[in-house]
């Protein structure tokens, strides 16, 4: 469901309006679609809360968002991709403009929750894509001091499911310090920082997502598609 960026303050006391920079969805059309995924099945899970948060501001920014519930998910060929929830988190995908990645950094790298999910989504699933020509943001909690370990690898991943990792992301350390009681985020530059991230994604996406064929069409895909309907005419001559 799509959301008013009328009033932010709203949902978001620690958001300061005046320095908002709110884009009408009516300027090029629909809102964004973004979709959030993220990584610990924790009852009190820090990269959901995040994740939680960031599907706030994003909403506060004009977008529509959704978030997928790892919960359920098999591992990956565990089961065929028929699989209710493979089937949702590919459905999710191709619904995207946008996607936000939050892991938790376990033993230096992301959590087998997150990775989970991205291997469930191919290249290519009958000639479409679910990830390419779409734009990611990336974000990590650590339970300890700050790093960047996931960050740099949720980039990794981004750069091999073909999508435009935007420039800014997002790393909080020590997050049981950031959070309240309710869940929500404390106000603090980390805070600050998701709001940049958000703002960026949702200025990329909006950038891009008209463009995305153009942007990922490839020389190479187009010289292969050229060659196989070359053998097709030859075959059929013969």
């Given at each position: 469901?799509?959301?008013?960026?009328?009033?932010?303050?709203?949902?978001?006391?620690?958001?300061?309006?005046?320095?908002?920079?709110?884009?009408?969805?009516?300027?090029?059309?629909?809102p964004?679609?973004?979709?959030?995924?993220?990584?610990?099945?924790?009852?009190?899970?820090?990269?959901?809360?995040?994740?939680?948060?960031?599907?706030?501001?994003?909403?506060?920014?004009?977008?529509?968002?959704?978030?997928?519930?790892?919960?359920?998910?098999?591992?990956?060929?565990?089961?065929?991709?028929?699989?209710p929830?493979?089937?949702?988190?590919?459905?999710?995908?191709f619904?995207?403009?946008?996607?936000?990645?939050?892991?938790?950094?376990?033993?230096?790298?992301?959590?087998?929750v997150?990775?989970?999910?991205?291997?469930?989504?191919?290249?290519?699933?009958?000639?479409?894509?679910p990830?390419?020509?779409?734009?990611?943001?990336v974000?990590?909690?650590?339970?300890?001091?700050?790093?960047?370990?996931?960050?740099?690898?949720?980039?990794?991943?981004?750069?091999?499911?073909?999508?435009?990792?935007?420039p800014?992301?997002?790393?909080?350390?020590?997050a049981?310090?950031?959070?309240?009681?309710?869940?929500r985020?404390?106000?603090?530059?980390?805070y600050?920082?998701?709001?940049?991230?958000?703002?960026?994604?949702?200025?990329?996406?909006r950038?891009?997502r008209?463009e995305s064929?153009?942007?990922?069409?490839?020389?190479?895909?187009?010289?292969?598609?050229?060659?196989?309907l070359?053998k097709?005419?030859?075959?059929?001559?013969?």
């Open positions: 469901m799509s959301h008013s960026m009328h009033d932010p303050k709203n949902d978001l006391p620690n958001l300061d309006p005046e320095a908002l920079t709110l884009r009408d969805a009516s300027d090029d059309g629909h964004p679609r973004i979709l959030l995924l993220y990584g610990s099945l924790r009852e009190r899970s820090y990269s959901r809360l995040l994740t939680e948060e960031a599907a706030r501001l994003l909403r506060a920014f004009g977008a529509e968002t959704r978030i997928f519930d790892p919960r359920g998910l098999p591992l990956p060929d565990e089961t065929e991709a028929d699989h929830k493979v089937a949702e988190l590919r459905e999710l995908a619904w995207s403009e946008g996607q936000v990645w939050c892991s938790p950094e376990r033993h230096g790298n992301i959590t087998g997150f990775k989970s999910q991205i291997d469930w989504l191919p290249l290519s699933i009958g000639g479409m894509r990830t390419q020509g779409r734009t990611l943001a974000m990590q909690v650590c339970g300890g001091s700050q790093s960047f370990n996931v960050v740099n690898s949720l980039r990794i991943l981004g750069r091999w499911m073909r999508m435009f990792t935007i800014n992301q997002s790393s909080v350390p020590k049981f310090n950031e959070f309240d009681e309710a869940g985020m404390k106000p603090s530059p980390y600050d920082r998701v709001v940049d991230v958000m703002e960026e994604l949702v200025k990329f996406t950038l891009t008209g064929d153009y942007l990922t069409e490839r020389y190479s895909e187009r010289r292969e598609s050229a060659e196989a070359s097709r005419v030859n075959q059929s001559s013969i």
